[in-house]
């Protein structure tokens, strides 16, 4: 069974840095691309960056609103997945998804996520 | 970007009757692969999303076949043939031919 497990989300203050964490279970990590989608409050659905596998360069893409602030990174070896977010503002507050494919799509399946909360 | 516009906004329906949403994409979603990579995923109230569609018309594992999707280029529509309770939520058309973009989702509830 796929899993997916969000963890380091809370509160934050603008400007601050947060890291968020994705374990991984039940599918071969390292083939895998992985995504974060983010979610605020109310509102729909938001791509916020992928990490592509090792035979596929390894390439990570983001969307515009994050780029130059938050970076992707995986281990493999620990089937883990990382959103590091740096300068955050109030907009970025969201519930953020870990989201993987497995063979479908890159959206196959989706973690419970996690609140990360941007406020003075 | 690639912009994905959904219709309607909310879809009040009666439990049994069928529902269809459209979603229309800013430009072609076909791929150099030859493949549209057209997504519909739902989320039902208090849950993360879930893959119901993929590439247009493939439903899923576990999706049941009241579900199906169609459409080319940019025009595509998800249908339900027969509403049933669970099936309330918002749901959300999806492209990742470039890059990846959302549409703004359709919230479906009974009458």
């Known amino acids: 069974e796929v899993q997916l497990v969000e963890s380091g989300g809370g509160l934050v203050k603008p400007g601050g840095s947060l890291r968020l964490s994705c374990a991984a279970s039940?599918?071969?990590?390292?083939?895998?691309?992985m995504s974060w989608v983010r979610q605020a409050p109310g509102k729909g659905l938001e791509w916020v960056g992928r990490?592509?596998?090792?035979?596929?360069?390894?390439?990570?893409d983001y969307a515009a609103p994050v780029k130059g602030r938050f970076t992707i990174s995986r281990d493999d070896s620990k089937n883990m997945l990382y959103l590091q977010m740096n300068s955050l503002k109030t907009e970025d507050t969201a519930v953020y998804y870990c989201v993987t494919g497995v063979g479908f799509t890159e959206v196959d399946y989706w973690g419970q996520g996690t609140l990360v909360t941007v406020s003075s | 970007d690639i912009v994905m516009t959904q219709t309607p906004l909310s879809s009040p329906v009666t439990l049994g009757q069928p529902a269809s949403i459209s979603c229309r994409s800013s430009q072609s979603l076909v791929y150099s692969d030859g493949n549209t990579y057209l997504n519909w995923l739902q989320q039902r109230p208090g849950q993360p999303p879930r893959l119901l569609i993929y590439k247009i018309s493939n439903r899923f594992s576990g999706v049941p076949d009241r579900f199906s999707g169609s459409g080319a280029g940019t025009d595509f529509t998800l249908k339900i043939s027969r509403v049933e309770a669970e099936d309330v939520g918002v749901y959300y058309c999806?492209?990742?031919?470039?890059?990846?973009?959302f549409g703004g989702g359709t919230k479906v509830e009974i009458k």
């Open positions: 990490i592509k596998i090792k035979i596929h360069g390894g390439t990570i």
């Open positions: 039940g599918f071969t990590f390292s083939n895998a691309w």
């Open positions: 999806m492209q990742a031919t470039q890059s990846v973009t």
